[in-house]
């Protein structure tokens, strides 16, 4: 995957430039207690020297401190890396109007500083990138696959319509000709044309990701590289004794359950576990899609976030066409659906398969930039992710898959200083990880004034759109 595009300073916007941004030179953390994000124990009164990169780290007091320095006491907070999600949407059609406006400060003030944009208009994304390098634009790095491969006959906007395996190898071609750093498939596309993708992917020396489509087991996928999967896509067919008949369709949640097998699940989680085939259960997505009438989110104060296009427009969209699929299948059901979903994504871990943090923001209905990612974290720990696990799914892990090991993910001398300063420990409770103090991005301090400004602006812009 290239990697060198999307590695990007990040500013922001001109004109609105707080007192701790304007002139900044270095910045100093002293006595703060760090949690790397690599394993080891949480290392307590530490020293950070920053600049655009993190410069030394150290006991306090045995640090040598530039002149100069912009210094923060942290005496009893907690500094991680910064978070990324690893599936968003934020250019989508019309169907996600504000992206600029809402999706990026709202990810910013809540601590993630990279995202994986998992289908979205390419032009669009492409000059938003540009304009976070250049200074005039506040917002995380942005790795992008552009349009989706779909079938023929698409359902999504951003999404390229695919019929046959030469149209696929095309598609391929254009796509990294115009800059995606990935490709994303869609569930439509045909399996013939999947695997033409998958194997013009590997030629033009890209990654896949993506849904398992409808006419794939997802231990075909896997065996074929696709590197991620999304939603669960595939997994619950492939763990079940009518795979067969469902890739012809007419599969639901009760009847994936009544079909389940544990052997045939051990056998598919094996073979996750051996490819490395990433997973990106999106399991706040995946509580309201199947939820959908049993979710009361009529009192959520964070839905002044929402722009009321998402609201009366784009979400209903997505609840018609899910209640339209369920049929009759009762509520209870689709919780014990949900439940197992939880279930499988802890076996999952436990035999070895890769996990990384995403939740399809602003794609399905009360799943907010940002907002949504620390659900999802607390979802990893209901799945028996430890503390320390669920932060690793959205810091270490996806530097791994990106292949930035060695300048995003974990708090070491020679990183990109994106950090999040938190007032509790995220490892004693997941749910700290909301609370944060302050934010580092790309050597830059956010102070909480500062995050306040970006939530200001963003339920500003929603409540008048």
């Given at each position: 995957?290239?990697?060198?595009?999307?590695?990007?300073?990040?500013?922001?916007?001109?004109?609105?430039?707080?007192?701790?941004?304007?002139?900044?030179?270095?910045?100093?953390?002293?006595?703060?207690?760090?949690?790397?994000?690599?394993?080891?124990?949480?290392?307590?009164?530490?020293?950070?020297?920053?600049?655009?990169?993190?410069?030394?780290?150290?006991?306090?007091?045995?640090?040598?401190?530039?002149?100069?320095?912009?210094?923060?006491?942290?005496?009893?907070?907690?500094?991680?890396?910064?978070?990324?999600?690893?599936?968003?949407?934020?250019?989508?059609?019309?169907?996600?109007?504000?992206?600029?406006?809402?999706?990026?400060?709202?990810?910013?003030?809540?601590?993630?500083?990279?995202?994986?944009?998992?289908?979205?208009?390419?032009?669009?994304?492409?000059?938003?990138?540009?304009?976070?390098?250049?200074?005039?634009?506040?917002?995380?790095?942005?790795?992008?696959?552009?349009?989706?491969?779909?079938?023929?006959?698409?359902?999504?906007?951003?999404?390229?319509?695919?019929?046959?395996?030469?149209?696929?190898?095309?598609?391929?071609?254009?796509?990294?000709?115009?800059?995606?750093?990935?490709?994303?498939?869609?569930?439509?596309?045909?399996?013939?044309?999947?695997?033409?993708?998958?194997?013009?992917?590997?030629?033009?020396?890209?990654?896949?990701?993506?849904?398992?489509?409808?006419?794939?087991?997802?231990?075909?996928?896997?065996?074929?590289?696709?590197?991620?999967?999304?939603?669960?896509?595939?997994?619950?067919?492939?763990?079940?004794?009518?795979?067969?008949?469902?890739?012809?369709?007419?599969?639901?949640?009760?009847?994936?359950?009544?079909?389940?097998?544990?052997?045939?699940?051990?056998?598919?989680?094996?073979?996750?576990?051996?490819?490395?085939?990433?997973?990106v259960p999106t399991l706040v997505w995946e509580r309201g899609q199947w939820l959908i009438d049993d979710i009361d989110t009529s009192r959520d104060p964070l839905l002044k976030y929402a722009p009321s296009s998402w609201r009366n427009k784009t979400w209903p969209m997505f609840t018609e066409s899910i209640l339209k699929e369920?049929?009759?299948?009762?509520?209870?059901?689709?919780?014990?659906?949900?439940?197992?979903?939880?279930?499988?994504?802890?076996?999952?871990?436990?035999?070895?398969?890769?996990?990384?943090?995403?939740?399809?923001?602003?794609?399905?209905?009360?799943?907010?930039?940002?907002?949504?990612?620390?659900?999802?974290?607390?979802?990893?720990?209901?799945?028996?992710?430890?503390?320390?696990?669920?932060?690793?799914?959205?810091?270490?892990?996806?530097?791994?898959?990106?292949?930035?090991?060695?300048?995003?993910?974990?708090?070491?001398?020679?990183?990109?200083?994106?950090?999040?300063?938190?007032?509790?420990?995220?490892?004693?409770?997941?749910k700290n990880i909301r609370k944060i103090h302050a934010v580092v991005l790309n050597g830059r301090l956010l102070t909480r004034g500062d995050l306040d400004r970006l939530l200001g602006q963003a339920a500003s812009f929603a409540g008048s759109h």
């Amino acid at each position: 995957m290239k990697t060198v595009a999307f590695l990007v300073l990040l500013l922001l916007p001109a004109g609105s430039l707080p007192q701790t941004f304007a002139g900044q030179s270095a910045i100093v953390i002293t006595h703060v207690n760090i949690i790397d994000a690599t394993g080891r124990p949480v290392q307590p009164d530490m020293t950070l020297v920053i600049d655009r990169r993190i410069i030394a780290i150290g006991k306090t007091g045995q640090v040598r401190l530039p002149t100069g320095a912009t210094t923060v006491d942290a005496t009893g907070k907690f500094l991680i890396p910064g978070l990324w999600d690893m599936h968003v949407h934020m250019a989508f059609g019309d169907w996600l109007p504000g992206g600029k406006e809402v999706a990026l400060p709202l990810f910013v003030a809540n601590g993630v500083t990279g995202v994986r944009d998992m289908g979205g208009d390419l032009d669009i994304l492409l000059r938003w990138r540009d304009e976070i390098s250049a200074g005039s634009l506040v917002g995380p790095r942005i790795v992008l696959s552009g349009p989706m491969l779909d079938g023929p006959k698409m359902r999504f906007p951003s999404s390229v319509p695919i019929a046959t395996a030469e149209d696929g190898r095309k598609a391929v071609t254009e796509l990294r000709r115009k800059g995606a750093d990935f490709i994303k498939v869609q569930s439509f596309i045909p399996r013939d044309a999947y695997f033409a993708v998958a194997d013009e992917v590997k030629k033009q020396r890209l990654t896949l990701a993506g849904h398992v489509p409808d006419e794939v087991r997802a231990s075909e996928a896997s065996d074929a590289g696709q590197k991620s999967i999304e939603h669960l896509t595939g997994i619950f067919e492939g763990c079940s004794t009518a795979e067969d008949d469902f890739l012809k369709g007419g599969k639901s949640p009760g009847r994936l359950l009544e079909a389940y097998s544990a052997a045939r699940a051990a056998d598919l989680i094996a073979r996750l576990a051996r490819n490395r085939t990433w997973q990106v259960p999106t399991l706040v997505w995946e509580r309201g899609q199947w939820l959908i009438d049993d979710i009361d989110t009529s009192r959520d104060p964070l839905l002044k976030y929402a722009p009321s296009s998402w609201r009366n427009k784009t979400w209903p969209m997505f609840t018609e066409s899910i209640l339209k699929e369920l049929d009759t299948e009762a509520v209870s059901i689709r919780r014990r659906f949900v439940q197992k979903e939880i279930e499988i994504v802890g076996a999952m871990l436990r035999a070895g398969v890769p996990f990384m943090a995403g939740t399809d923001t602003a794609a399905g209905v009360d799943v907010l930039p940002g907002f949504s990612l620390h659900q999802e974290l607390e979802l990893f720990v209901q799945a028996g992710f430890t503390p320390l696990e669920a932060l690793q799914s959205a810091t270490l892990n996806p530097a791994q898959f990106l292949g930035l090991r060695d300048r995003i993910g974990t708090i070491e001398p020679g990183k990109l200083a994106s950090l999040v300063l938190l007032d509790a420990n995220p490892i004693e409770d997941i749910k700290n990880i909301r609370k944060i103090h302050a934010v580092v991005l790309n050597g830059r301090l956010l102070t909480r004034g500062d995050l306040d400004r970006l939530l200001g602006q963003a339920a500003s812009f929603a409540g008048s759109h």
